[in-house]
Nanobody, 127 residues
Framework: QVTLVESGGGSVEAGGSLRLTCAVSGYTGSNCMGWFRQAPGKGREGVAS???????GYRNSVKGRFTISVDNAKKTLSLEMNSLKPEDTAMYYCAASRLPWCEYRLGQPDPQYFSVWGQGTQVTVSS
């Protein structure tokens, strides 16, 4: 059984940085992995994803500020977040796709292809 556990969330001031980590266990495949977020009262949105071949994609609002990466040896997925803005405040979730490549819809990772989800870690950015 695949399990994803996020960590690294917290509270920072605007302009600050955080690094989210997702520990992956029970997973022997190599599929697309992604980060999603959901703010109170809003729908879930795709943030970034990375394919098994290492090709990454980002939603426009985080391009140049966020970096997604995978450490296969440590079995972790990370999201480096810099120049954080109050609008980045949300619960952040990591997820594993059932496909080796990443699918996008409306310029963001498409959640319908992701079959395993973590419990989330909260990110709060104050102005």
């Amino acid at each position: 059984q695949v399990t994803l556990v996020e960590s690294g969330g917290g509270s920072v001031e605007a302009g600050g940085s955080l690094r989210l980590t997702c520990a992956v266990s029970g997973y022997t495949g190599s599929n697309c992995m992604g980060w999603f977020r959901q703010a109170p009262g809003k729908g879930r949105e795709g943030v970034a994803s990375i394919s098994s071949g290492g090709s990454a994609g980002y939603r426009n609002s985080v391009k140049g500020r966020f970096t997604i990466s995978v450490d296969n040896a440590k079995k972790t997925l990370s999201l480096e977040m810099n120049s954080l803005k109050p609008e980045d405040t949300a619960m952040y979730y990591c997820a594993a796709s059932r496909l080796p490549w990443c699918e996008y819809r409306l310029g963001q990772p498409d959640p319908q292809y992701f079959s395993v989800w973590g419990q989330g870690t909260q990110v709060t950015v104050s102005s």
